[in-house]
């Protein structure tokens, strides 16, 4: 079930990002039912074992899915890269902009690539690589 956070923050946006989050939220509690979700930095954010994973926030450029390590995940569709970390990011203006096969498979991919975030403070910046 979808957190109760999440679910506020879904409803505060405009009536077509309430879709696009909808089915995002929808689509990540589903293929990460093993992870712990809930608002991170103001917008939502799943985590494994303590590292956050994906997450969507409301951005000028529309609905921006993020995942922490996919910058590695190989996958033209998430191009907008981060600078001195290891995310990957796609944005959403509609609903009908969501491959669900790729979000998906960019899902379970997330399982395997995975960059140690929970301890870059710890490691005064520098990323190590979990899986």
């Not at 990540?28 to 608002?39: F, G, R, V, W």
């Not at 956050?52 to 191009?79: H, T």
């Not at 096969?101 to 975030?117: F, G, M, N, P, V």
């Amino acid at each position: 079930m979808l957190q109760k956070d999440i679910q506020n923050y879904n409803t505060q946006q405009n009536e077509t990002d309430q879709e696009i989050c909808h089915v995002l939220a929808t689509i990540i509690d589903a293929q990460m039912s093993e992870a712990e979700s809930k608002l991170w930095h103001g917008h939502p954010v799943w985590f494994l074992e303590g590292n956050p994973i994906v997450g969507y926030s409301k951005q000028k450029k529309g609905l921006r899915l993020m995942f922490w390590s996919g910058a590695d995940f190989e996958e033209p569709d998430l191009n907008i890269l981060g600078g001195k970390f290891k995310d990957a990011s796609i944005f959403y203006n509609s609903i009908n902009d969501i491959n669900m096969e790729a979000l998906k498979r960019w899902l379970e991919t997330s399982k395997h690539i995975q960059w140690d975030y929970k301890n870059i403070v710890k490691r005064k910046g520098r990323l190590e690589r979990l899986k």
